[in-house]
């Protein structure tokens, strides 16, 4: 006798999920494996490497310090954005959460408005604002306060505040959805046993909210340490990360098989860390933060 499809066919499932693992395979899997192959290609002369296969790419990236101190610095930055996205993403997300407000979702509107205009020029709005001829300094000139313009553009403070400046939004989406899973009992059955407010947010609040919290920390260090255009349009040399480095080394030198070694050096630290979330608290809260 034929057998029937129903609702839970292993059959069928498998036909749902087939298109998107072809496209996972074709799109993420695939180019991963070509660039580490090309991590053993042999580089020739700028634009023109073989196929013959060779470690030496490894071996320059291991013995050669100017690229663990890229690598350092691209973390160092990275660890530096997520923690500052962290204090300052928190309490914006706990306003929203316990606001009584009653249109809280203009508020929400109002946090993904950014997403509305272009990340490029959104970076770019800060050479506007932090030039010598920008708003801040032509302010500060005008009221007396400084005498020659101040040196905020093109260092690495201005390229940490530009990635705050993309980043915020998504910390404090993390935070918010955490947050609005939080059981309001909790809190009320805590200040019922005589916590104060302060305290109920220390015993209950901060700790059900952590998750949301570990999920935006993971998500604003991997996106900052991946970052290309902020220190690109904001930095100078010297505040060049991992990923300018990378472009460098595959544009300016027609270097692949190089750029295919540090690309995936970038992929490993970063899915290290990642993997170390996962371990301990799963995905699931990033993709809630991701998806409002």
Known sequence: MKRRWTLYDPRLAWMLVAPVLLLLIFFLVLPIAVMGAYTFFTFVT??????????????????????????????????????????LGYFPAYFIWATTFKHKWLLLLLLIVPFWISFTIRTFSWINILGEQGVVNVALLRM??????????????????????????????????????????LISAARSMGCTSAQAFREVTLPLSLPGLAAGLLLCFVLAAGSYVTPQLLGSGRDALFGNLIYDTI?????????????IVLFLVLGFFAAIYTRYMGMSQIVKGLGG
């Open 144 to 185: 007396g306060i400084i005498s020659d313009p101040l040196p905020m553009l093109y260092n690495e403070g201005a390229v940490i505040l530009g990635l705050l400046h993309f980043l915020l939004p998504y910390m404090i989406l993390n935070v918010y959805v955490s947050l609005e899973g939080i059981d309001r009992t």
């Open 46 to 87: 700028a634009g023109v490497e073989t196929s013959v296969l060779t470690t030496a790419n490894w071996h320059e990236f291991l013995t050669d310090s100017y690229y663990h101190g890229f690598l350092l610095k691209t973390l160092r930055v990275g660890a530096m954005t997520a923690l500052l996205c962290g204090v």
């Open 251 to 263: 544009m300016g030198e027609l270097n692949w098989p190089m750029g295919a070694t540090l690309s």
